[in-house]
Structures are given as C-alpha cells and as structure tokens.
C-alpha cells in the first residue's frame, strides 16, 4: 500500500520495502520473490507512484501490503477483473497482478484465461506451491495425481493443470516460468516480463514448507537439479544436465533424448525460438516436465508482440467520438425516462 509516495522520483530498493511487517512462515519461498521483486522495480525505472500490486485471497496476496507502491487487495479470484479496469482507466500503469494456484485456477481461472486472450498489458506472477497454504493444506488445482492431502485423504484423483499450457492456449503473449530458489534467473524474468507490451505470466515455482515441503526439491538440490532442469535459451540449443550432455528434440510429437558425444553443431539439434508464431511449438515445450523421466522447462516459452486490449480500446472509442462526437453524460442523464441505443 502506497505510503507518502513522491512524485517522478528515482526509486531505489529500499524504497519498495513498505512498513508493513512480513507475515509469512519462516521459510516459505514467498520472501525470496518478494526480494527479488524490489530488487527489479528500480532497476527497470518505473516510478513508485506508476506500480500497481493486484492481489485475490491465498498467501501470495498480501503482497501488496509488503510493496510500497500502490496496491489493492481484492477478493478470491477477481484481481484480472480489477486490474482489467485499473488498467484501461491509466493504460500508463504498470500493472502487477499477485495470485497463486488455488486463486488464479480455481475461482479465478474463467478470469485468468479471458485476461490472456484480451493481451492486457499487465503482468501476472503466479505462485505455484501445488497446495491451498492459507486455508492450511487442502489440495490445489496443480497438485498431483495421488496427492494426500487434508481434503483428498486417499490421494488426488484429479489431473493437475498445467498453468504454461493452459495461458499459451488462452493467448497469453509472454509466458515464462522460473523457481524461488533461483534468484538470479527469476529476477531475469521479472524484468523481461516487465518489458514485455501485451500480457506477461510468469508462473514461479514456489516451495510451501509448511503443507507441501520439498515439493520442487528434485528441481533446487544442487544433487539433482542440473538433470532435472532444462533452462531455456533463446536461438540455443535444448541441452542439460551437469556435464551438458544432454538434449531434447521431437521425433513426430514424441520427446526424443539424445547423449551428445561429438560438438552440438554435428548432432543436428534444433534450437530454442521463444518469438515462434506457431503456438504449437511453446505447448510442445511446456508438456515435456509432465513425462516422467525428463527435464522441466524453465525460461521463456514464448515471447510474440500483438496489439493489447487498452490499445484496441483506445482506438474504438477515439473512432466512436469521431463519429458521434464527444457525447454528454449530463444530457443524457436529464433527458427522460428511456434511452434509445443506436
């Protein structure tokens, strides 16, 4: 929540840090994308006084009590529907819209996929823990097969979603994934996403080490991860593990594992292209963690540029004045009982 917010100043990191004492659990991955997000916002120069933090209900949403900036706390599942209006009553926010799995896919996910098929320009970050943390440990739209929770106490039998796959097939134009362990890497995507003209959504994998601890851990333990992860590249080959020696690449619509013995340029290889206007490509690439055996994406799947919804907005109105005129509501109001719509 903003607090004496100066205008057109110079930010530093310490400015986004509110008074606002921190209330998650010891532990929980949320501090270091709260850190990582107020290391970001001065390096990418956007005013205090031009952020908005949109948050729903769930852990993740008491962010904007925590960024000292403007901010708006909303109810469960709603917060695209309020940054929809945020942001094309000032398209010159930068608006920021905080949600995790149980708000964004499961009351929230009607909204979240009109959000991504508008190209609002507005960043989603969504924190992906696979479980319901505020209500304390229910299981969640991405939480596993099998998994045993307070409510599926036999084991889930519900597939999970894939959030890359579900706002690729909404029409998100940026869409990228990261993990709260590391921070370099998700500071990096931040920024991109904040760059980025048209709606970004950066789903972060985010450990619960309350009701879901370890959750990632083949992803974050220096043991395994280099052969759990694959990091993404624009224009470079789909390669990993410690040593680097391995890579993927299709055989049809299969998922082929190649042990690269000679130099990458012999082995034929195809290379990563996040601007690719074939959609098939980026959902090709976010199924691939759901084979068991294989790497987990992270990185941007896709980058592409299309005209946003303010900017569409804007143009209809500005053709509709040019038609009709600048119109009075005034008038309108005191001339009668009934209006007629032409």
Known sequence: MADNIPVATKALKEDFASDQDVRWCPGCGDYAILAQMKKVLPEIGIPREKVVFISGIGCASRFPYYINSYGFHTIHG???????????ANPELSVWIITGDGDSLSIGGNHLIHLCRRNLDVNVILFNNQIYGLTKGQYSPT???GKVTKTTPYGSIDRPFNPISLVLSAGATFVARTIDRDTKHMAEIFKRAAAHKGCSFVEVYQNCNIFNDGAYRLLTEPETKFDQVLYLEDGKPLIYGKEKNRAL????????TLELNESVENQDLPVHRENSESEAYAQWLSR???VPGLPVPVGVFRAVQRETYEQ??????????QKKGPGDLKQLFISGDTWKVE
């Open 143 to 145: 939480s596993p097969l």
């Open 78 to 88: 709603r917060a695209p529907a309020v940054a929809t209006g945020i942001k094309l």
């Open 312 to 321: 569409l907005s804007e143009q209809q109105l500005a053709g509709a004045i």
């Open 288 to 290: 691939i963690g759901d």
């Open 249 to 256: 690449r299709s055989n049809g619509f299969e998922v082929e």
